[in-house]
């Protein structure tokens, strides 16, 4: 038994298809034992084959049978099988055709709710299992337990079509608090998330603003006092990673807003500012055609970008980069930077290295990083 999407029960497994083809083969049988002889027949012989294909083609109907379902070919194909069945009992009385009015009350009584092809079938087979039993026995009693018969399988098929009802109501009911269930939580959850972007942004992000503009102003009075290059490039520095950290404090209240993700544009900022910051040459190149991307790997990409201009800062200051993403796919992001020579050892595996390798694993992406001839080389790939 399986669930349309309407909420109506259907049965569907082979058990359940095997079952409804039982009248047709008892049709089959009760015929073919009339043919040859051994059975009593009120009707001519070919009336009986007439009447046994109607019940077999009828019974056909059955396998299109739907709960709730509007009666079309099914109903009136259910309507022939009962009419020619109950008649098909009449003309062999002697047959186990008596089980055609009972099984077309049950099923008219299941599948179709309060409609005239129900009652009209429930009328037809409490005549056809009474008025035959009446006519073979000449008892009253027998054909009024026929006809009880019909009429308490009838109740008991409509007290189990109600409860089948109740709990499918139940089912919905159940569904529909589910949902409000989890929408309530997801609501909480994204009040929560909205009170820690208002933290955020009220106390970390002001206090990183503050302190980029002390920075400014300190770097401002070394320059104007004439203080040591050092001393200017530190607090230069000092005020590079104050605008950083303000940047990442942003980037965060976004994400806990649900806001919108780094974009390619992001990328080129980074690029962008690493060449206002450091005075070198810096280049970001676009190869094919644009497309959207997703979140996780625009994220993974914007974070590659940045962990490697941050590792030439420390490692190679100073040095012309060129940063080239490609469309792919896969999707394909190349950071080099020209120290013009080799290394004399590659960098060390520190957490920055390390944590771009596990973000490329996050998105099933892959990551290399290693000198080159004229310096050093990380490139990313991401099948997307």
Known sequence: MSWTLSGQVRDSSVPGLLLRAVPGLITILSVVVAARGHDVQ????WAVVVLGVMVVLGNFSLFGLRY?????????????FTAAGCALWYALPASAMIVIPFWASRAAVRYFRAQPVEWMVVAISIAGASVPLYVTTRSVPAALGAAFGVVALTLAAINRRSREQQLEELEVSLARKQAAIEEHERAAALAERARIARDVHDVLAHSLAGLSLSLQGA????VRDGAS???????TRAQGLAADGLAEARRAVAALREDAVPDVRALGDLVTAYRLESGAAASFEVDGVERELPAEV??????TVQESLANIRKHAPGAPVRVRLSYGPPVGLTVEDEQDKRPERAAPGGY???????RADLVGGSLEAGPTSTGWRVELKVPA
């Open 42 to 45: 009120r009707l001519p012989y």
């Open 68 to 80: 709730g379902a509007p009666p079309g070919r099914a109903g009136y194909g259910l309507l022939l």
């Open 219 to 222: 770097r401002l009075m070394l």
């Open 229 to 235: 290059p050092e001393a200017i490039e530190q607090v």
């Open 298 to 303: 625009l994220s993974t990409l914007y974070r």
């Open 352 to 358: 920055g290295l390390l944590g771009m390798r596990e």
